[in-house]
């Protein structure tokens, strides 16, 4: 296993609601459940969504209100002067800033201002977007809601080709909330298997228990949204965490990723210490005379296991002994 945590995303996206207030409270809440990076969405409105898209189910059902995209989102980007301001707050706060960019200009505007770049699930068919960040020759965390193996093949090669950073694919499904039995976990591995390349997962299920099962089976990435509220109104909110839960959740992965340790099977220090505690030895079952031959009737195991181990009961068996035991001495010969 590799000695670099498991890096956790806070994903306020537009949990903030367009109020900057509240994605520094947001910000303040990531930093002391002790994730590692915190993330919003930036997105030019005209750029982003035409005047006749329709809602999602999910956010039509968040929400409780019938909207076009346009009209929900105008109420949830903040301006990109707000984020020059919120990437300054991270600073200070001690917390990385990320921002996930959904049209070119935002790309353009957030270069400066981040360091890696995370690509939705939305947008692993955008030709253009994509080129525009590989240019960047920055790392990328890419991920892969609603696709195919081939999208998501097509979109690694036209990242590679033209000079993207390393890359590395979280599984997702796109679906706030999602429902356990569409997470399918597993296609996680086959991610890893297929390209060769770290992968993790962007979690919009409810709860925490998937997040922590995709540390066990090797995520280096994890993305969980989390809001102060789950009773706010928003397309997100019923699908996040909320501060109490987000840093418990970070104290999972952290134990969970210590568990997983290495892929040696060896015994540890205290499990040595252990040993004679736990295993046992050849005893003897009841009194024999020295000379007299050791066999089945009397011989047995038991702790302490100090002693000739259980193994080589037939290297023992027949031999003669070398002197007197009392039931239950260790057998020497």
């Known amino acids: 296993m590799s000695d670099e945590k498991v890096l956790i995303i806070a994903e306020i996206g537009v949990n903030h609601n367009g109020n900057i207030d509240i994605a520094k409270k947001l910000i303040d809440a990531a930093k002391e459940s002790g994730a590692d990076i915190v993330k919003f ?37 903040l301006p990109f002067e707000d984020f020059r301001e919120l990437a300054d707050y991270c600073h200070e706060t001690g917390i990385r800033f990320l921002s996930t960019p959904f049209d070119v ?16 699930s939305g947008e692993i068919t955008n030709y253009p977007y994509l080129v525009e960040i590989a240019h960047t020759h920055k790392d990328i965390i890419l991920s ?7 999208d998501v093949e097509a979109a690694i090669e036209l990242l590679n080709a033209e000079g993207s950073g390393g890359i590395t694919l979280l599984h997702c499904t796109t679906d706030y909330p999602a429902s356990m039995a569409d997470v399918n976990l597993n296609a996680m591995l086959t991610l890893k298997k297929e390209f060769n390349l770290p ?13 922590i099962a995709a540390v066990a089976m090797g995520a280096t990435v994890i993305e969980k949204h989390f809001t102060l509220d ?14 109490n839960e987000l840093k418990a959740l970070v104290s999972a992965i952290r134990n969970v990723e210590m568990a997983r340790g290495s892929f040696d099977k060896q015994p540890t220090q205290n499990e040595i210490k252990n ?12 009194d024999i005379k020295k000379g007299e031959k050791f066999s089945a ?3 047995t195991t038991k702790r302490p296991g100090n002693g000739i181990s259980p193994m080589l009961w037939n290297q023992v068996i027949g031999k003669a002994a070398i002197k007197d035991f009392c039931e239950d001495d260790l057998i020497e010969i």
């Open 297 to 299: 009737e009397n011989l």
């Open 144 to 150: 892969t809601g609603m696709s195919t193996l081939d």
């Open 230 to 243: 789950r009773s706010m109104i928003g397309p997100d909110h019923k699908a996040s965490l909320e501060p």
């Open 275 to 286: 040993r004679s505690i736990a295993r046992k030895s050849i005893v003897a079952a009841k």
């Open 199 to 211: 992968v993790g997962y962007s979690d919009h299920t409810r709860g925490m228990e998937v997040s």
């Open 105 to 120: 200009e935002s790309v353009r505007f957030l270069n400066n201002l981040q360091g890696i770049w995370k690509i939705p």
């Open 41 to 77: 969405q930036t997105a030019k409105l005209d750029s982003l969504v035409s005047n006749n898209a329709d809602m999602a189910d999910y956010q039509k059902r968040n929400i409780g209100a019938e909207k076009s995209q346009k009209e929900m989102l105008r109420e949830l980007l």
